[in-house]
């Protein structure tokens, strides 16, 4: 995952329509595990790489401190994923063959030059 969208989120839905691979789930889905604010399926999320030069969701989002940094979804995060899922604050998809989709199943893209540091602090991504 990457971003991930925090109780600030004052469910407004600018971000959903700007999302490039539509990672993210409005307060009322089924799959969103969180309580009253919006989520975004780590899984999907590709820091917009490929897409935009930063993540589309924070350029729409009006409330700073909503969308912060997560940990790449990456193998070398195969069990922080993993434990986020079975504590209930991820809904990570599970395939019919292929099981929990974590990332050793299939990895996402990150944005590299955001540190390990920021994402573990789940530091803001306004401006950054």
């Known amino acids: ?7 600030e989120c004052i469910s407004c839905e600018a971000c959903t329509p700007e999302c490039p ?4 789930l409005d307060e009322g889905n089924e799959k969103n595990p ?3 604010f919006f989520y975004v399926k780590p899984e999907s999320c590709v820091e917009c790489v490929g897409h935009a030069d930063e993540p ?5 989002c009006p409330t700073e401190g909503a ?3 997560d940990m790449p979804y990456t193998v070398e995060f195969n ?4 434990s986020g899922h079975d504590a209930g ?3 990570i998809r599970v395939h019919k063959k292929k099981g929990l989709m974590l990332p050793d199943q299939k990895e996402q893209p990150f944005i590299s030059e955001i540190s390990m540091g920021e994402r573990e ?3 803001n991504i306004a401006r950054w």
């Open 89 to 91: 604050e991820y809904n």
């Open 56 to 60: 589309r969701c924070v350029e729409a």
């Open 34 to 36: 969180q309580d009253g």
């Open 121 to 123: 602090s789940k530091a």
């Open 21 to 24: 691979v539509s990672a993210i």
């Open 67 to 69: 969308i912060v940094w």
């Open 79 to 82: 069990d922080y994923f993993n």
């Open 1 to 7: 995952m990457a971003v991930k969208i925090t109780d």
